[in-house]
């Protein structure tokens, strides 16, 4: 990588974002990480002034499985990068009458629905149990909701994001249950993205853009692939703005839980924890173990 300006910020989405207007000194850079390669090179660019990591979620080409994203490899990276702040911008149903389609959702809260998913950097000798009652930094969602708004889209700041397996979408049954529990959206991708954002102490949060009703409502089309891809291909523009403008009010320091967020968290102590899961560790714990970390 290029010596310059720190990358404070990522999106993790699709190729959209790193094709946008005014978007200088573009470059692609690979990491290798002890947990795989991410899901495709990141892109630098540097927009209104900020060094910007780019990194497309599925692939180019959409080739990747939700549950075959290498969200560790990916998350990952960016510590390495020096990011702070990830904005993950998806595709999602909506379990909501006035949730529409083309309107934008920034969630407060996550329901876990998905199986088998690594999602968690420790183990091996280390663990670690990171506070996750609120599984979004709040600052970074109340930048987020301002900056879809101010960007003109419908935006409804909160909501319940029902994270659910896939490939396949819900069936019927599942997504009325989904709705009985006050669940506001529906996705795959949010996890585990948000844990491992959280356990990087990286400040994590969605820009979520509503594309279908999921199946449950009898006025809609049930959903498909196709109907998905030509909904969030219209908003990729209000998403654009949205980011750019959220890239102008990120704190220049960072005093939200997210950024001391393994500071209670790891229970291990050291002299019991193996050396190479020490060194695998070392860009997430390094401050904690170099201060002592309260007999980690």
């Known amino acids: ?38 899901s495709d090179a990141i892109v630098l660019g540097t927009l209104d002034g900020q060094r910007v990591a780019f990194l497309p979620r599925h692939g180019l080409g959409h080739r990747i499985l939700p549950s075959e994203v290498p969200a560790r490899a990916n998350i990952y990276a960016l510590k390495l990068l020096g990011v702070e702040f990830v904005i993950g911008v998806s595709a999602v149903g909506s379990l909501r009458e006035d949730i529409e389609p083309l309107h934008m959702v920034v969630p407060d809260q996550l329901i876990d629905r998905t199986r088998g998913r690594p999602s968690t950097f420790f183990g091996q000798g280390l663990v670690a149990h990171i506070a996750f009652a609120e599984p979004f930094c709040p600052a970074l969602r109340s930048v987020l909701a301002g ?10 700041n909160g909501g319940t994001y029902v994270v659910m397996e896939g490939p396949p979408f819900s069936t019927r049954a599942e997504s009325n249950l989904y709705r ?36 449950w409502h009898a006025g809609h089309a049930t959903v498909t692939a196709e109907m998905i891809v030509a909904n969030l291909r219209k908003n990729v523009e209000a998403s654009q703005r949205a980011v750019r403008l959220a890239l102008r009010r990120l704190p220049r320091v960072r005093q939200c839980p997210c950024a001391s967020a393994l500071k209670d968290a790891l229970v291990t102590p050291m002299e019991l924890v193996p050396p190479e899961t020490q060194e695998r560790l070392a860009p997430l714990i390094s401050r904690y173990v170099q201060a002592g970390a309260g007999e980690i």
Not at 1 to 29: H, N, P
């Open 147 to 156: 900056s879809a708004s101010e960007a003109g889209a419908t935006v409804h």
């Open 1 to 38: 990588m290029s010596a310059g300006k720190q990358v404070r910020v990522s999106v993790i989405g699709g190729s959209g974002f790193y094709r946008m207007e005014g978007l200088t000194d573009v470059e692609e850079i690979r990491i290798d990480t002890p947990f795989g390669s991410p």
């Open 180 to 215: 009985a529990w006050g669940a506001d959206v529906i996705g795959m991708t949010a996890l585990p993205e948000a844990k491992l954002a959280r356990e990087a102490e990286v400040c994590y949060a969605i820009l979520a853009s509503a594309t279908d009703y999921d199946c």
